[in-house]
């Protein structure tokens, strides 16, 4: 089955840097990559998602890249804000019924003043 | 608008034990889910539901039993607790698959702790 590895465990960035989560995927089948964000106490609620056929999405201080090929996608955050700490989930889909996803293990980002 | 409420959010259990976490949604969603979060592992999938009176096994089913009488409605199920089972329980749903994209909605979940 699908399996989604998610790098680095832990991210401690100075406010204002920028901060890349990558993760890879193994079954090419797969067609939808969410990143969720879960703050301290409570559930984790989607803040991006990108389809299998576009390379690349902006939602003002976050993007995410998708290479197929190499089978992996990035999150990426710029100018960092302390508000941006939380841990942050990859995820994908194979665009089944049921809609299963498949998340990594997930990311602990700090972001310092 | 409540969107997905989970009972109870805290409880501790003795090893066997039974117990059945309620997963509440006002969204109108035809799907329901039921992960489990343990450190380092992420968010592993034990059971799922595409709609009222189905039920289907995820990735960690075992040990764990689901109904969806009503719609709204997700209960998990747990009829003799294990200590293996101390977790962070989280409940989602969604509308069925558009244009190929599933957004899950979660609720705030249910810290089990099973001594």
């Known amino acids: 089955g699908e399996n989604v590895e998610q790098h680095p465990s832990t991210l401690s960035v100075q406010e204002g840097d920028s901060a890349v989560i990558k993760c890879t995927y193994s079954?090419?089948?797969?067609?939808?990559f969410p990143w969720y964000k879960q703050e301290l106490g409570k559930g984790p609620q989607l803040i991006i998602d990108i389809r299998s056929n576009v390379g690349e999405k902006k939602d003002q201080r976050i993007a995410v890249t998708l290479n197929k090929t190499a089978k992996h996608f990035s999150l990426h955050i710029t100018e960092t804000q302390p508000e941006d700490s939380a841990v942050y989930f990859c995820?994908?889909?194979?665009?089944?019924?049921?809609?299963?996803?498949?998340f990594g293990q997930g990311t602990e980002l700090s972001v310092k003043p | 608008n409540a969107g997905v409420t989970q009972t109870p959010k805290f409880r501790v259990l003795k090893t066997g034990q039974s117990m059945t976490l309620l997963c509440a949604q006002d969204m109108n969603h035809e799907y329901m889910y039921w992960y489990r979060q343990d450190p380092g592992m992420g968010l592993r999938l034990i059971h799922y539901?595409?709609?009222?009176?189905?039920?289907a096994k995820g990735e960690v089913p075992d040990g764990y039993n689901v109904s969806r009488l009503k719609k709204q409605n997700f209960l998990l199920g747990l009829e003799s607790a294990a200590p293996s089972q101390t977790s962070v329980y989280f409940c989602?749903?969604?509308?069925?698959?558009?244009?190929?994209?599933?957004?899950?909605?979660f609720g705030a979940g249910t810290r089990l702790s099973v001594l």
């Open positions: 539901s595409v709609g009222e009176g189905t039920t």
């Open positions: 989602a749903s969604s509308f069925p698959l558009v244009a190929g994209k599933n957004i899950q909605y």
């Open positions: 079954d090419s089948a797969s067609n939808y």
């Open positions: 995820a994908a889909s194979k665009g089944l019924q049921g809609g299963k996803l498949i």
